[in-house]
T-cell receptor
Framework: ETGVTQSPTHLIKTRGQQVTLRCSSQ?????VSWYQQALGQGPQFIFQ???????GRGNFPPRFSGLQFPNYSSELNVNALELDDSALYLC??????????????FGPGTRLLVL | AQRVTQPEKLLSVFKGAPVELKCNYS??????LFWYVQYSRQRLQLLLR??SRESIKGFTADLNKGETSFHLKKPFAQEEDSAMYYC????????????FGEGTQLTVNP
């Protein structure tokens, strides 16, 4: 069984640029959640995708957007990057999303630095 | 609004001593509580969850709805327990999104 993978592991962008982060969910999982973890903070929920549709969103502006593909992999896109977007971005997959009880399995994260 | 509070950012104990990592929450409804752990240079992973009522690596956590707490305990800490610990909450009202606390860095000294 393959775990959650994310790419790239880290990258550097400049303010105003756009970035796409990728996530491959664990085998058999149809739900993907994205979290932002700033330095010294706990992860904060960005949004979740269930069977290719957005299924909940946290308190993040519209320039944070996402996609889920038929194979349940996912992308997180961030437009007009700001310095405060510098963080570790975590992807987590789970078997299904129709309750609050499914365990989420996390990827290693992508560390984004915005200069 | 749902919220998780971990009052201690840092906690240091000696090997063999008991350890308790505190977690308090606020949530309207019946929450599901989790403890996640992140060892050095490893990914975030589930340690235990309220609904399972298991003891994992000697750790236990009891949900106290009256005090809205879910403290993590271990009677005898080991050096390999040194890690960052996050308490998290989810519930039916919020789908399966996890709300995390800010984490407690546990150091177990030899």
């Amino acid at each position: 069984e393959t775990g959650v993978t994310q790419s790239p592991t880290h990258l550097i962008k400049t303010r105003g640029q756009q970035v796409t982060l990728r996530c491959s969910s664990q085998s058999g999982h149809n739900t993907v959640s994205w979290y932002q973890q700033a330095l010294g903070q706990g992860p904060q929920f960005i949004f979740q995708y269930y069977r290719e549709e957005e299924n909940g969103r946290g308190n993040f502006p519209p320039r944070f957007s996402g996609l889920q593909f038929p194979n349940y992999s996912s992308e997180l896109n961030v437009n007009a990057l700001e310095l405060d977007d510098s963080a570790l971005y975590l992807c987590a997959s789970s078997p299904n999303s129709r309750g609050g009880e499914e365990t989420q399995y996390f990827g290693p994260g992508t560390r984004l630095l915005v200069l | 609004a749902q919220r998780v509070t971990q009052p201690e950012k840092l906690l240091s104990v000696f090997k063999g001593a008991p350890v308790e990592l505190k977690c308090n929450y606020s949530y309207s409804g019946s929450p599901e509580l989790f403890w996640y752990v992140q060892y050095s240079r490893q990914r975030l992973q589930l340690l235990l969850r309220h609904i399972s009522r298991e003891s994992i690596k000697g750790f236990t956590a009891d949900l106290n709805k009256g005090e809205t707490s879910f403290h993590l305990k271990k009677p005898f800490a080991q050096e390999e327990d040194s890690a960052m610990y996050y308490c998290a909450l989810s519930g039916l009202a919020s789908g399966s999104r996890l709300t995390f606390g800010e984490g407690t860095q546990l150091t177990v000294n030899p």
